[in-house]
């Protein structure tokens, strides 16, 4: 009687087969395109979007992977220019979620059925963003490090090619109570996005509005990952295509907010015990800011030299004060800069659809198309991705 075969091998067998079982008919006007990208980029450069509107207008020379998408046809568009497209694994939608994924069998089946389905989609890996508390240590922690590990086992055997990657806050020390095991996080995945914004989850000092994704605090959590030894190469930097909008509330000295005040006063939101927190802000899409500066503005775009950010006021219809920070161009430029200088292996963006693309203006064209052309302080930064060679903090991980 041969031996009953193990959970372990059949799910081996089924990673093996859905390639020739699975797959859908191909939705694409050649059947080459529903194949897997095989090719792998020295540098990255991510677009999460959902959407369908979107796609016929990115810069496929630049771009090397759509996120969170499942259209056929931005599948097809993205494989015509060697760009993968990858959806979420939607973990915290799954009913009982923790129990699922402590339960080694129940997590292999989950598994098994996202790669099934990026498999029938023609899609090129998967993407973990869980965002939610975890003690280092736990056993939701392990579990969750074991299972991006078995995805990536899975992924890789069936479709050649294809990136299991994870999004992780700006910094690996307990950003919103998120203590995971990034290590092996970035050992088990091909690669950990960075995501560097919301930097004002929680304000330690005075409550004010402030910068999103200020670059000395976001370099300060890159070299955070790349301390605890987590290659460069592994590391893709997630910068904000979005911005927040405060309502300034009465001035610090008791007066109510002037048009043009420079510092604004926001509500205090606790959040994660502390008081002050962007809770008080709206996030607001880069297409809408700008359309807010064109109408409402009180101030001109000013930038702050040391969270070397831009931020303007403008005023609401009940005559009340807000201060807008964002990233533009400009501030986006430096983050990619830092990127590149740091050897990341890529860059990435929340979100595609947040800017204009379908304007009849002119100047709205414009704004959208510098901020395809900031990424080439990336996509363009000279030689490959390297490790820079002056200073301590460098050394230090560097020789690591
Ligand atoms: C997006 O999807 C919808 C529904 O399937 C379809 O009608 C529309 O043409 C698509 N848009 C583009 C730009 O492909
Ligand atoms: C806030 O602090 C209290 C008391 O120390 C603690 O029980 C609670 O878990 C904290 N909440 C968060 C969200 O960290
Ligand atoms: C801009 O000002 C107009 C006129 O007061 C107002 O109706 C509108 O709501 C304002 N826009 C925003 C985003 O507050």
Not at 89 to 105: N, Q
């Amino acid at each position: 009687m041969p031996p009953p075969v193990s959970p372990v091998s059949l799910l081996l067998i089924l990673a093996a087969m859905p390639l020739a079982v699975g797959a859908t008919k191909c939705p694409c006007e050649t059947e080459d395109l529903c194949a897997p990208v095989v090719a792998r980029r020295a540098k990255e450069v991510w677009g999460f979007d959902g959407s369908n509107d979107t796609y016929p207008f990115v810069d496929w020379s630049q771009l090397s992977m759509v996120l969170w998408n499942r259209h056929p046809e931005v599948m097809c568009a993205a494989h015509a220019h060697g760009a993968r497209v990858v959806d979420a694994a939607r973990l915290t939608s799954v009913p009982d979620w923790e129990e699922m994924l402590l339960d080694k069998t129940a997590r292999d089946t989950w598994l098994l059925g996202l790669l099934t389905d990026a498999v029938e989609n023609h899609l090129d890996g998967i993407n973990f963003d869980l965002e939610v508390p975890m003690r280092a240590g736990s056993a939701l922690c392990d579990a969750y490090t074991a299972a991006v590990s078995r995805a990536a086992d899975l992924f890789h055997k069936a479709i050649p090619g294809s990136l299991v990657s994870v999004d992780v806050a700006w910094s690996p020390y307990n950003v919103d109570g998120r203590s995971y095991d990034y290590v092996n996080l970035a050992e088990a995945a091909d690669l950990l996005f960075v995501m560097s914004y919301d930097l004002q989850g929680q304000v330690w000092g005075r409550c004010i509005a402030q910068a999103n994704s200020p670059i000395e605090q976001v370099e300060r959590g890159l070299y955070e990952f790349l301390h605890m030894g987590i290659p460069a190469s592994k590391l893709v930097l997630g910068v904000p295509w979005y911005g927040y909008d405060y309502p300034c509330v009465t001035a610090m000295d008791g007066r109510g907010a002037e048009l043009d005040t420079d510092f604004c006063p926001i509500d205090h939101l606790s959040y994660f015990n502390c008081s002050c927190s962007d809770l008080a802000g709206a996030q607001t899409k880069y297409k809408d800011i700008m359309a807010i500066y064109d109408t409402n503005r009180t101030t001109d775009i000013r930038w702050e030299p040391y969270l070397k950010a831009p931020y303007f006021n403008y005023r609401d219809g009940a005559g009340g004060v807000h201060q807008l920070w964002f990233d533009n161009p400009d501030s986006l430029t430096l983050k990619y800069r830092l990127a590149a200088e740091l050897g990341l292996r890529g860059v990435g963006f929340w979100a595609m659809d947040m800017l204009d693309y379908g304007s009849d203006d002119e100047a709205v064209r414009q704004q959208t198309d510098a901020m395809w052309q900031a990424l080439k302080a990336f996509t363009q930064a000279g030689g490959p991705p390297g490790v820079p060679s002056d200073g301590d903090c460098e050394a230090d991980w560097a020789a690591t």
